[in-house]
Each structure stands twice: as structure tokens, then as C-alpha cells.
């Protein structure tokens, strides 16, 4: 009972962790006026941008954690907790919450190539099926032989903190980083300035959406697998170790 119990809680914190990081919590205008303010201002996004929202996550998963164990125990007591055992339900919580997903935050803003690591897999996955990236990049990028493009191979090289640098090098077939494909000209001012307007209007803006997204499920996928290891340890704190006797 405690199995299905457990596997139900994962469901759903998993689910509310990629709603948030992925649909609540994402904002991808104004992801793209900060994109755009760093790069008129040639400054880099520091790790320390959005602590307050990423303390805003950590407690909320620990409320999450708490609750859960809290349920879990209720379950095999048949009961509610006694308020020692709750106190330890707390205690349990808190060590487990603030040092495994802290640390997990913490490293994948500190560390962008593990921040990255679920962008090609899964990341991309989503995009590509249920995000319309296909479509988007076919008003974007263009041949000389006018041929099918691989867009999968083009998306894995693009990440939101250096697209605007790597379109430029694409605005001419022999600068592209990749051999053959560049940019239309109808994503391009008559100057040949990239074309900047967040309007869904614009597939630059588009594309940067869908490349912000794929970053944000990758977070997403590091703090769902920091959350399960989290409750996990929790639990198993609670039961087995010397926090207080087994019941």
C-alpha cells in the first residue's frame, strides 16, 4: 500500500515541478527583454540571478516533502503522528530538501553544462513534438539547394544565453556554424539587423521560446530527480535511522 502511496506522490510533485518550471513559472517575454537588455548592454546573466525564485521553489518543495512524508506515515500508523514524530517528519524534511535539491539548484546555475543536460534529450523532445519547432524553423532557416533541413541537429547546437550570437554568424551561408543552412531574409530588418519584436508575429522570438523552454525543462527534470531522491531519504530517515526508534 505504501508503494502505490509513494508512487502517487511522485506523480504528482513531479507533475506540479514541471508545471511550475514550465508553464506557471515561465515567462518567456520576459525572459526575452532580459535576453535582449544583457545583450544591448554586452553583459552576462550572473548565477545569482532569480535566488529569491529559486528560494521560493526550495521552500515550496519542502512544504511538498513534508506533507508527503507526513502522509505516508499517517498511513502506516493509521493515525495522525504523534507530535514527536512529526518533529522529526520536520527535521527529516529539512535536511533532506536543503541539502539534496538545494544543492541541485545550486549546481545547475553554477554549472550551465549540467543545466543542459536534459536540453537534447528530453528537452528537445518536447519542443520538437508538442512545441510546433519543426514549423517555426522552417520560417527561419533556408539552404542553397532549397532541400530538407535536419532541423533536430540544428536545435541541439542552440541554447537561450547565446542564440542571438550564433544567428548572427548564420545571416551568411559562409559564416554559418553550420555548413549549408542560414538565416531567410525575412527574419532579418532591411539593415540586416536580426528582427527583435517579442510578437508571436516574430519567429526569432518564437524560437527563442522554444529554446528558453527547453532549458527550463531540463531544470525542471534535475529538481524533479533531486525531489525524488529527497522524499526517498526522508522517509527512509524516519523509519530506519537513529532520528527516533522505528515504531
Known amino acids: 500500500m505504501i508503494t502505490y502511496i509513494f508512487l502517487g506522490i511522485i506523480t504528482l510533485v513531479v507533475s506540479g515541478i514541471y508545471a511550475s518550471f514550465c508553464y506557471l513559472g515561465f515567462d ?10 544583457r545583450e544591448q548592454e554586452q553583459t ?36 495522525m503522528p504523534k507530535l514527536g514524530d512529526f518533529t522529526d517528519i520536520v527535521v ?23 543545466g543542459r543536460a536534459f536540453e537534447n534529450t528530453i528537452g528537445y523532445f518536447i519542443i520538437d513534438k508538442f512545441g510546433g519547432l ?18 533536430g541537429v540544428l536545435a541541439t547546437k542552440m541554447f537561450d544565453t547565446e542564440l542571438f550570437p ?3 554568424k548564420m545571416k551568411m551561408e559562409e559564416t554559418s556554424p553550420v555548413k549549408g543552412i542560414y538565416l531567410k531574409k525575412d527574419v532579418m530588418e532591411f ?38 531522491v529527497s522524499l526517498f531519504s526522508g522517509f527512509v530517515m524516519i523509519q530506519y535511522s537513529g532520528i527516533r526508534k522505528k515504531l
Open 28 to 37: 518567456p517575454k520576459q525572459l526575452y527583454d532580459d535576453y535582449l537588455k
Open 44 to 79: 552576462q546573466s550572473t548565477y545569482f540571478g532569480g535566488l529569491m525564485s529559486g528560494l521560493f521553489n526550495l521552500v515550496i518543495i519542502f512544504i511538498v516533502v513534508t506533507s508527503s512524508i507526513t502522509l505516508m506515515k499517517m498511513n502506516m500508523v493509521r493515525g
Open 92 to 114: 527529516a524534511s529539512l535536511i533532506s530538501v536543503f541539502l539534496i535539491v538545494g544543492f541541485t539548484m545550486a549546481a545547475v546555475r553554477m554549472l550551465p553544462i549540467m
Open 134 to 151: 519543426e514549423e517555426n524553423m522552417k520560417a527561419i532557416f533556408t539552404n542553397s539547394a532549397n532541400s530538407d533541413i535536419k532541423y
Open 166 to 168: 550564433f544567428l548572427e
Open 191 to 228: 539593415d540586416g539587423k536580426l528582427k527583435t519584436e517579442a510578437e508571436d508575429s516574430n519567429p526569432i522570438y518564437q524560437l527563442f521560446r522554444q529554446i528558453a523552454l527547453k532549458h527550463s525543462i531540463s531544470e525542471a527534470t534535475w529538481i524533479s530527480l533531486a525531489t525524488i
